[in-house]
């Protein structure tokens, strides 16, 4: 019966050992996978929050880009109207130049009449000429034609004609001043021909330069919305990620909290349960050692 008990304490020993072993095995790949699991859930709250920044960023930038493509098609839209608005300018002083250059030649050609009859052309008369016209939008018509009907002196039946020499010097006075004004348009002429020339150029190298900026601007904001998409599908991922995780962490957790049920008596009271035993076990063994010596003398 000793012999039994003993057997039965060592076993019991054995089963704590074991026990305990697996125990401490347990608790501590429990405690490392708990760990793991925080940090794992850590990098995923960093890996999101910096998708988050990152996605915040880029939204900023296409608006930015967005605000930028306005502002310059504004920019166009006001340079067009602003071009269109000096080239109806040139054009309609382009026109009064060369209504004002008409004029001049006609009445220019009046004054040949008197003055030299060789160079005179024989005006065609309408109803109301397009001259007349544009003399009356000018409202010079009227002092031209004093100065042409005023210069020719007297028929021959009223007074007698003016020397050669003084109708070459009144000819002179009154057809240069002609001529300087037919200079003077000329010239304007040319210079608003220039400008505009040059003003079309301006405009067309900034449509151009609008054009090709525009393009580049539509691109990046084609690849920011890739970019802010592919930080969307990181972000998703980090989340759902991050609940698979918090999840296995919750189990780990449920698991621990069961084993340290289960062993936290044992390893706390692992040392005394030993010494009883051993104890016992010594006590078992010394009273068997009583009884077989009791025993010997009798056989």
Wanted: glycine fraction near 2%; charge should be negative.
């Amino acid at each position: 019966m000793i012999d039994r008990l003993v057997v039965q304490l060592k076993d019991e020993q054995v089963n704590d050992d074991n026990k305990k072993e697996h125990c401490e095995s347990e608790i501590d790949r429990l405690e490392d996978e708990v760990k793991s699991g925080k940090r794992e859930i850590a990098d995923l709250d960093t890996g999101a929050a910096e998708a988050t920044d990152s996605l915040k960023d880029v939204n900023e930038q296409i608006e930015g880009l967005q605000a930028g493509i306005a502002e310059l098609d504004a920019q166009v839209a006001a340079a067009t109207a602003n071009r269109k608005k000096e080239k109806d300018e040139a054009l309609e002083a382009l026109a009064e130049n060369q209504a004002a250059k008409q004029l001049l030649e006609l009445a220019k050609n009046r004054l040949f009449k008197f003055y030299n009859p060789k160079l005179h052309k024989e005006e065609a008369k309408p109803v109301r000429s397009e001259q007349d016209q544009i003399a009356d939008s000018f409202n010079v018509a009227a002092a031209l034609t004093e100065v042409s009907e005023a210069a020719p002196p007297p028929s021959p039946k009223q007074a007698p004609q003016l020397d050669y020499s003084k109708r070459q010097q009144e000819a002179g006075g009154v057809l240069g001043m002609l001529d300087l004004l037919r200079n003077d348009i000329a010239q304007q002429t040319t210079v608003i021909e220039v400008d505009e020339k040059h003003a079309q150029q301006e405009y067309e190298h900034f449509i151009k330069e609008s054009s090709a900026k525009r393009a580049l601007d539509a691109k990046a904001i084609v690849d920011k919305d890739d970019e802010a998409a592919e930080l969307k599908v990181r972000l998703h991922q980090f989340k759902m990620n991050k609940k698979v995780k918090t999840e296995s962490l919750a189990s780990v957790k449920k698991e621990q909290a069961v084993t340290h049920k289960d062993c936290d008596w044992l390893l706390q009271k692992y040392q005394l349960r030993k010494e009883a035993r051993t104890d016992e076990i010594d006590a078992l063994n010394k009273a068997h050692t009583v009884l077989s010596g009791a025993e010997t003398p009798s056989q």
